[in-house]
């Protein structure tokens, strides 16, 4: 047997890393498998790998955070870069039309080649419905379990920004959306200005009321239904009785390309900036 | 983003995937948490990579196994293939000489590279291990008494626990004529037992492995024997055994190791046997593995031949003492001795599934016990 010599007596860089203290904060997963399970959530696992090309397209820009395996011969694979992906290639390969589970586990992403110390994984845990049903009623209930969470967790105060992918929002940059807005769709420029104003508000159920009666606005069919959306799951987030931490913002823009309808993300609101994608959790129509 | 054709919608050969029915059988997960905490362990987690070069030489002929990842700039990274090495490496890099420590996770190693289609393996292990310094036996028998309660409240059926020493072993392979450089490849060679007939094993060591057939004959008659701590001491005698004071110290401790299983009163299914070697090389001391009685040969699972941690065909547990391990991690070679076990967790949900079918008990994947609803139009806005 080799012996190794003390320069090889190194772990990869990994502030991922769980002590003996925070692993036994068993405390937090039980918080949240706890209510996932109260939700009536079954859980799945998936291999760690998947074929790399189920995972090629999917993520952008950020497909070259992705760790891929050496080739030994055999299938082409990479490692899992989040959960999500996996479940809908798991749905799709067990002809699986409806289902409420949840996933705890590690995903891998390379950081940013350029920078030297890297973070290299991390825990996720995702819930997520699949299936046919009335429109924004599970939406609804992944909020209420954010909000369930966060609360039984005691980070202290937070927010839950929701919005929904109204087409071009925010897939451009606001210039270029009112570039579009003046010189293609010729909207006069005080009117553009004017939804630039919009796009920096945030309300409650009343922001989309508002925007549903804005002149310009409503030309657009995507933008009223995901309006009228919006309506309809304030009404059960109050039915829930969290509207108190949730918050419709225009400005919200997530990453992902494979989002078609509501987005949202949680943030911490006492300590300061906190990255939101971290402790944020996320869900999606897809 | 671009859509999949479907010959893309596949995942990679998993025979280990767990399904809702085993992955809520969180029963034994529980089962076997509740006995490693009991026994005062804590636990650890370890980057699923490791440094290449950590694995390398530590595996043996399996290193082929291990799944190397590509070379995307930085280091070159593989995954880790068992818990043990990266425990060990652990121990050296935060200089810890004294833990108890368990460590559920999920170790990969890839298939046999020669077959065409290559299934890659996924699995969970479920390990306990002591390191530090205590009075000889102790510890190694804390881990059979481990071995012996979890496999009793699994309620597996009857198991049987075999042990052996890597001195006794090699004390054997000494007294009976093998030469040194030979020891590991005939140990390798009668590890087979489990699987081959005596005298396939005996073949192979004489034609392929160039053994006399005198030494192999002398072999023969020792492997065959088993017992508890009365074969230790009639070993202690016998005339050719005695001439190595390898042998001579493994047995000894052996007897010892008997004592303290006495008092533990777990000897009614442990038995030492002359025929146990383990396949990894870096056992120095006490090897076992626990196996199941009842259901005959338990036929591989498509995990195929030796599986999980050398947990070979039939097997469920398994472990020994690796002494020297941390050492080579350490920069000064400093050393802390280490003993530990590994529950084959795959085996056990096939079985718990097999009898559970048999039974026709069906498992629910959920929970939820009761839903209160109402069934009327616009459910939600009444509800409240």
Request: proline fraction near 3%.
């Amino acid at each position: 047997m080799k012996a190794n010599s003390s320069s090889h007596l190194r772990q990869p860089r990994a502030p991922g890393i769980i002590t003996p203290n925070r692993w036994l904060s068993e405390r937090v997963f039980n918080t949240i498998i706890g209510c996932f399970k109260r939700h009536g959530a079954e859980t799945i696992d998936t291999p760690v790998f998947e074929i790399k090309e189920t995972l090629t397209g999917k993520y952008g820009e950020d497909s070259k955070l992705i760790y891929d395996l050496k080739d030994q011969g055999g299938e082409l694979l990479s490692l899992r870069y989040d959960l999500t992906v996996p479940f809908a290639r798991y749905l799709a390969m067990n002809k699986i039309s409806n289902i409420k589970r949840y996933h705890i586990a590690k995903v891998y992403r390379r950081d940013n080649p350029a920078m030297t110390r890297g973070r290299y994984r991390e825990f996720l845990s995702d819930f997520d419905i699949a299936g046919q049903y009335d429109p924004m009623i599970p939406d609804a209930e992944c909020l209420k379990i954010v909000h369930e969470i966060l609360s039984e967790l005691e980070l202290g105060d937070f927010r839950i920004k929701v919005n929904d992918r109204l087409d071009k929002l925010d897939k451009m940059s606001w210039e270029d959306v009112r570039s579009e807005m003046v010189k293609e769709k010729g909207l006069s420029e005080e009117a553009a200005d004017q939804i630039g104003q919009y796009v920096s508000m945030q309300g409650g159920k009343d922001l989309a009321e508002r925007l549903l009666q804005d002149a310009k606005m409503s030309q657009s069919k995507q933008a009223c239904a995901g309006l009228t959306d919006m309506k309809q799951l304030f009404s059960y987030l109050e039915l829930f009785q969290v509207t108190d931490k949730v918050v419709f913002d225009l400005s919200l823009a997530r990453g992902l390309d494979y989002y078609t309808g509501v987005i949202y993300e949680a943030i911490l609101t006492q300590n300061g900036p906190v990255s939101a994608p971290e402790t944020g959790e996320r869900g999606r129509r897809v | 983003m671009k859509a999949n054709s479907s010959s893309h919608l596949r995942q990679p050969r998993a025979p280990g995937i767990i399904t809702p029915n085993r992955w809520l059988s969180e029963r034994v997960f529980n089962t076997i948490i509740g006995c490693f905490k009991r026994h005062g362990a804590e636990t650890i987690d370890t980057p699923v990579f490791e440094i290449k070069e950590t694995l390398t030489g530590k595996y043996g002929e399996d290193s082929k196994l291990i799944y190397d990842l590509k070379d995307q700039g930085g280091e070159l990274l593989s995954l880790r293939y068992d818990l043990t090495v990266p425990f060990a490496r652990y121990l050296a890099m935060n200089k810890i000489s004294n833990i108890k420590r368990y460590h559920i996770a999920k170790v990969y190693r890839r298939d046999n590279p020669a077959m065409t289609r290559g299934r890659y393996r996924e699995f969970y292990q479920c390990d306990f291990d002591i390191a530090g310094q205590y009075d000889p036996m102790i510890p190694d028998a804390e881990c059979l008494k481990i071995v012996h309660e979890i496999l009793s409240e699994l309620e597996l059926g009857d198991f049987r626990i075999k042990v052996n020493d890597r001195r006794i072993l090699d004390g054997m392979f000494a007294v009976c004529g093998v030469p040194d450089k030979k020891f590991r490849t005939i140990c390798s060679t009668v590890d087979k037992l489990d699987k081959m007939s005596w005298e396939d094993v005996r073949s192979e060591m004489v034609k392929e492995k160039g053994l006399s057939e005198e030494a192999a004959d002398q072999i023969g008659q020792y492997v065959s024997m088993q017992g508890g701590k009365d074969l230790a001491e009639r070993l202690l005698q016998d005339a050719k055994m005695s001439q190595s004071k390898q042998a001579c110290a493994g047995l000894t401790d052996m007897k010892q190791l008997f004592s303290y299983l006495e008092l533990f009163q777990v000897t009614d299914k442990v038995v030492f046997d002359l025929s146990l070697a383990r396949g990894l090389d870096y056992y120095t001391g006490v090897i076992y593995e626990a196996i199941l009685t009842q259901n005959g040969p338990v036929s591989a699972p498509e995990t195929g031949e030796k599986g999980e941690e050398g947990v070979s065909v039939g097997s469920v547990a398994g472990g020994g003492r690796y002494d020297g391990l941390v050492g080579m991690f350490d920069p000064k070679g400093r050393k802390v001795p280490c003993v530990g076990v590994s529950i084959g967790i795959e085996r056990v949900f096939s079985i718990l599934e097999q009898k559970a079918e048999a039974s026709a008990e069906k498992v629910r994947t959920t929970e939820t016990q009761v839903m209160v609803a109402s069934a009327q139009k616009n459910i939600l806005l009444i509800f409240n």
